[in-house]
C-alpha cells in the first residue's frame, strides 16, 4: 500500500498548480481517506460518501493528455474521452493517480470502451446504465446496479456500506444538491450579478473539494457575494442579452465559448447541461428503499446518451421561462453523436416551439478553430444586441 503514496516519475517537470494537485491528494490519503475517481453525473456519489470515500471528478478539460491518448485512442474521438484517458495514463492527473477506485457508467459508446484500457491501469467499475428509462425492467436493473456497485466500493475502501450509513449520505448529498441549485439560480437575476464564466468555474472548482460541508460553505459564500453585488451594483439596470448554454459539457471549451460570448456583451445565465440545474432540483428521496430512491434519481439525468429523452425538452421549456432566456447556443464536442443527432430536435423545439434564436457550436479542445468561432458567435449576438 505503502507504494500508492509515491509521486509519480516526472513531478519534478510538472508546473505548480499540477504538483500542488498531487501533494494534496497525497496529504488526503496519508489521512487515510480513500479516494473514488468518477466522469460522469450518472455516479450516484452517496455510495461513495456511504463509505467514506472522497469522489473526484476526472473529465479531461484541456488538450493536456490529447497527444499521449492518439498513441491508443482513435484520432476521431470526443476531446473529453481523449483528455480523460491520456492525463491519465501518462500519470499527469494526480486525481486519477491517487484513485483507489474508478467507478464509471456505460453511458455513450467512446467512454464505456475507454474504461475497458482503463481498467487496465486502476482497479476500475463500470456500472451498466440502461440505455433508456422505459424499457422493460430499466429501473429494476440500474437498482441492481446499485447494490453490485455499493458492494464494490465497500470492499475496495475498505468500508461496508451500511442502511444507516446510505441514508447520511443521501440527506448529506441532498444539502449539497440545494445549495448548488441555489447558486446556479443567481442566473434568475435580472441583471445577473454573475457571468456564466464566474458561476461554471466555481461550480466546476467544487468537484476537487473533499469535504461535502466544505463545498456547502463555498456555493453558500459564494451565493450571498453575488446576491450583495446585485442589491449594491446591478439592481434595477438594464440586461443584457441572456443565454443558455445546452449540449455537452463544456468545461475544456469554457474560455473558447463562454468567456467569448461574454466579452461580447452577453450574459450565460443558464446552463442546461447534465450538471445543471435542473440535476440538481429533485433530491434523493430520504424515505423508503436508499437504494431504490437512488436508482429512480440518476435513471431521471436528461443526458443524450438515453433514448428516447423527453425531459431535456421539458427542462429547456422550464429553464427558457425561469431564466427569461433570448437565445441559446448549443455546444457539441467533436465526435458526440449523440448530442450531435439530438441536436436537430433542439433546433427546432428552440427555433419553432420557443421562437428563439439557436446557435450550434461543434468544437474541440483545441485552439485553431477560435477565429472562426469568433465569428459565429459575432454573427448570432448582433442578432440579439
Ligand atoms: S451525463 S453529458 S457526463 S455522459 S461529450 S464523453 S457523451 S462523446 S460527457 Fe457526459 Fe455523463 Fe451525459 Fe453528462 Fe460521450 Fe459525448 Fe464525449 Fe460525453
Not at 161 to 169: F, P, Q
Not at 326 to 339: A, M, Y
Not at 353 to 379: C, H, M, V, W
Amino acid at each position: 500500500m505503502e507504494t500508492e503514496l509515491r509521486l509519480p516519475k516526472h513531478f519534478e517537470d510538472y508546473t505548480d498548480a499540477k504538483k500542488n494537485g498531487f501533494l494534496r491528494v497525497m496529504a488526503l490519503k496519508e489521512e487515510g481517506k480513500k479516494v473514488v475517481g468518477t466522469f460522469c453525473s450518472y455516479t450516484p456519489g452517496e455510495l461513495v460518501m456511504a463509505a467514506d470515500g472522497v469522489c473526484v471528478g476526472l473529465c479531461g478539460s484541456s488538450e493536456d493528455g490529447i497527444a499521449f491518448a492518439e498513441k491508443t485512442l482513435p484520432k476521431n474521438m470526443c476531446p473529453l474521452i481523449k483528455s480523460s484517458y491520456g492525463l491519465a495514463a501518462s500519470d499527469a492527473c494526480p486525481y486519477f493517480y491517487f484513485s483507489d477506485l474508478i467507478l464509471a457508467e456505460t453511458t455513450c459508446d467512446g467512454k464505456k470502451k475507454m474504461y475497458e484500457l482503463m481498467g487496465k491501469l486502476k482497479p476500475t467499475h463500470v456500472m451498466q446504465l440502461p440505455p433508456g428509462r422505459e424499457g422493460d425492467g430499466a429501473a429494476e436493473l440500474w437498482e441492481k446496479e446499485m447494490h453490485r456497485a455499493a458492494a464494490i466500493i465497500g470492499d475496495v475502501l475498505g468500508k461496508e456500506i451500511t442502511e444507516k450509513s446510505l441514508r447520511e449520505a443521501i440527506v448529506q448529498k441532498n444539502k449539497e444538491r440545494k445549495a448548488m441549485l441555489e447558486l446556479y439560480e443567481i442566473g434568475r437575476l435580472k441583471p445577473c450579478p454573475a457571468t456564466g464564466y464566474e458561476l461554471s468555474t466555481i461550480l466546476d472548482s467544487i468537484q476537487f473539494m473533499f469535504t461535502s460541508e466544505e463545498k456547502i460553505r463555498v456555493m453558500e459564500e459564494k451565493k450571498q457575494e453575488f446576491l450583495k453585488r446585485y442589491e449594491e451594483e446591478y439592481k434595477g439596470k438594464p440586461s443584457g442579452p441572456r443565454l443558455m448554454i445546452t449540449g455537452c459539457p463544456t468545461i475544456g471549451v469554457r474560455d473558447k465559448i463562454i468567456k467569448q460570448v461574454e466579452l461580447l456583451g452577453a450574459c450565460v445565465v443558464a446552463f442546461d447541461s447534465c450538471a445543471g440545474p435542473r440535476a440538481q432540483k429533485d433530491p434523493v428521496s430520504e424515505a423508503g428503499d436508499p437504494y431504490k430512491a437512488l436508482a429512480d434519481k440518476y435513471l431521471q439525468i436528461n443526458c443524450a446518451v438515453m433514448s428516447p429523452n423527453p425531459g431535456r425538452f421539458e427542462a429547456l421549456d422550464e429553464m427558457i421561462r425561469d431564466y427569461e432566456i433570448d437565445g441559446v447556443i448549443e455546444v457539441v464536442l467533436q465526435s458526440c453523436h449523440t448530442f450531435a443527432i439530438e441536436a436537430e430536435a433542439v433546433k427546432r423545439f428552440i427555433t419553432q416551439d420557443k421562437k428563439l434564436p439557436y446557435l450550434y457550436l461543434e468544437t474541440d479542445y483545441s485552439q485553431s478553430d477560435s477565429g472562426q468561432i469568433n465569428t459565429r458567435i459575432n454573427a448570432f449576438l448582433e442578432m440579439l444586441l
